[in-house]
């Protein structure tokens, strides 16, 4: 098993939260997720499909305090399969984006409705999800344990080949660390005044404190607070690649850099990986893999 995954997978498995370090009430938690709007029958099944499997991955969490709110132009008719009163879908009003650039803002924006209906419950930690990732049962709890009211960022996680059922390591199917490659892969802790008023803004308020935290490579270095975001201590996110609707996929990658990406993770496959997917909800996802494939 490459990259020393044994001890990983154990040390993954086996973490277990200490003591709150915060003698404060128990803040909030989000999952923050939006999601593209609609352009054809195939695209939104498939969408959906995706995004069900990222919900159910956030509803394994082990500590029950957190709530999900996903943001979009339309509300997916599946999201009746998910009857947990913690999941609210919050509706967004203005146009759907028609360049690659306004894909990037689409996004954006959504995410900043979430925020400002976030600032109506009072704020707290808010991660920053996308709608095919995977999170680890154990980060919730990790982050309410720990409570530093700063943030956490996560260095270590996986990539998955959707297409190909390929799951490795990160660092591994990149030399990069998790928090510089993948979006999911920050939580911040806004108080309410941090959090923007109005959901659509005609223009980015850019004295905002919320608009500080331009994108993941700011989630190890950019705090709203006086101490520094916490690294979380075990591989706690999967980046769910090579399916058709990743914005990074189709927007930024070349396809000989896509290819060598799909190959970087072949070549570090994690042959054993059922217990992981297991920690991360999502141990049915790859029911057509060939168990006796093994990795090169």
Not at 141 to 164: M, Q
Not at 171 to 183: D, E, M, T
Not at 263 to 277: A, F, Q, T, V
């Amino acid at each position: 098993m490459p990259f020393g995954l044994s001890k990983q997978i154990k040390r993954l498995l086996s973490f277990r939260s200490g003591t709150s370090n915060n003698t404060q009430a128990r803040p909030n938690f989000v999952f923050a997720i939006p999601i593209a709007g609609y352009t054809s029958p195939t695209q939104w099944e498939h969408l959906s499909e995706l995004l069900l499997r990222t919900i159910r991955s956030t509803l394994n969490q082990g500590n029950p305090h957190f709530k999900v709110f996903v943001a979009g132009h339309e509300r997916p008719a599946r999201l009746d399969e998910i009857t947990d009163e913690r999941v609210e879908f919050i509706p967004v009003e203005f146009a759907k984006p028609t360049t690659p650039r306004g894909r990037r803002q689409d996004k954006t924006r959504k995410r900043w409705a979430i925020a400002a209906h976030y600032r109506k419950l009072g704020g707290g930690y808010f991660m920053y999800l996308d709608a095919d990732d995977y999170v680890h049962r154990n980060l919730v709890d990790h982050v309410l344990t720990d409570d530093n009211r700063s943030g956490y960022f996560i260095p270590e996680g996986y990539a998955l080949d959707y297409k190909n059922a390929n799951l490795a390591p990160i660092p591994g199917a990149w030399r990069k660390p998790f928090n510089h490659v993948c979006g999911s892969s920050g939580i911040v802790y806004f108080e309410p005044d941090d959090l923007p008023r109005k959901p659509f803004p005609q223009q980015w308020l850019r004295k905002e404190p919320y608009f500080k935290i331009r994108n993941h490579l700011s989630f190890q270095d950019v705090s709203l607070r006086e101490q520094p975001n916490s690294p979380i201590p075990f591989p706690a996110a999967i980046y769910n690649v090579n399916n058709a609707l990743n914005l990074s996929n189709v927007i930024v990658r070349t396809p000989e850099r896509q290819l060598r990406l799909i190959e970087g993770i072949r070549k570090r496959k994690i042959k054993d990986d059922r217990p992981i997917l297991e920690a991360f909800g999502v141990e049915e996802l790859l029911p057509h893999r060939d168990d006796t494939d093994t990795a090169d």
